[in-house]
């Protein structure tokens, strides 16, 4: 069965500190999207990164940076430098080939990441 | 400028009322998506729609219908059935490709209170 973890359910940091958020998953497919959304205090969900489960080398945008690792069924996400503007709740995804096609997105519970000044 | 449009932003509703949240894109994607946040969990996916007058029944789709008459449009009706409605709805779309959908992008959400 498919499903996504997330361990943390709140962390809190003062700003510049880095903060890892961390997301398990299980699936049985081979082929797989892994997905990390932000959603701020306004509600609206806002896409950060895609990862194709064939490609496992991580990425960096700016203060952000990803790693996905298939051995562990992982796939992290640090924000370096923290902002009180990276204020938010944080949530990963998954999305199978085998879900029918359907795109259907299995989302973690959320990590709610509170930076202060 | 291309994105999704949810409304109303904030729905009151009484018992044993049925309402209808609005969900629009112009983004030309093919599929649609309702999901539901309660607090302090993930989303739930209500239903789905992959294609024009086509829709399917996600995981809590017990006291909610749908339609999809537009490409554009995937309205939420939340009818009296559904015990317990109050929650932050989320309305999305998304283009496929290959089998898999690319990247879901959000509305702003519809925040409904029954009183």
């Known amino acids: 069965a498919q499903k996504v973890t997330q361990a943390q359910t709140e962390i809190s940091v003062v700003e510049k500190e880095d903060v890892t958020l961390d997301c398990v998953y299980e699936t049985r497919d081979t082929t797989y999207y892994l997905f990390w959304y932000k959603q701020p205090p306004s509600g609206e969900l806002v896409f950060l990164i895609r990862?194709?489960?064939?490609?496992?080398q991580n990425e960096i945008s700016g203060r952000y940076s990803w790693n996905f690792q298939k051995s562990t069924s992982s796939f992290n996400f640090t924000i370096t430098a923290s902002q009180v503007v990276d204020s938010a709740v944080y949530f990963c995804a998954l999305s199978e080939r085998s879900s029918s096609n359907t795109g259907k997105l299995i989302f973690g519970q959320g990590t709610t990441l509170q930076v202060k000044p | 400028d291309g994105g999704i449009t949810q409304s109303p932003k904030y729905l009151f509703r009484k018992e044993g009322q049925n309402v209808t949240l609005s969900c629009e894109q112009n983004?030309?994607?093919?599929?649609m998506y309702w999901y539901r946040q309660d607090p302090g969990q993930g989303l739930r996916l209500i239903y789905y729609?992959?294609?024009?007058?086509?829709?399917q029944k996600g995981d809590i789709a017990e006291g909610y219908s749908v339609s999809r008459e537009k490409k554009e449009s995937f309205p939420l009706t939340v009818t009296s059935a559904q015990k317990n409605p109050t929650a932050f709805y989320l309305c999305a779309s998304g283009a496929q490709r290959e089998g898999l959908v690319n990247e879901q992008f959000f509305g702003p959400g519809t925040r409904l209170t029954v009183l």
């Open positions: 729609s992959q294609i024009v007058n086509d829709f």
């Open positions: 983004l030309n994607h093919d599929a």
């Open positions: 990862r194709n489960s064939f490609d496992e």
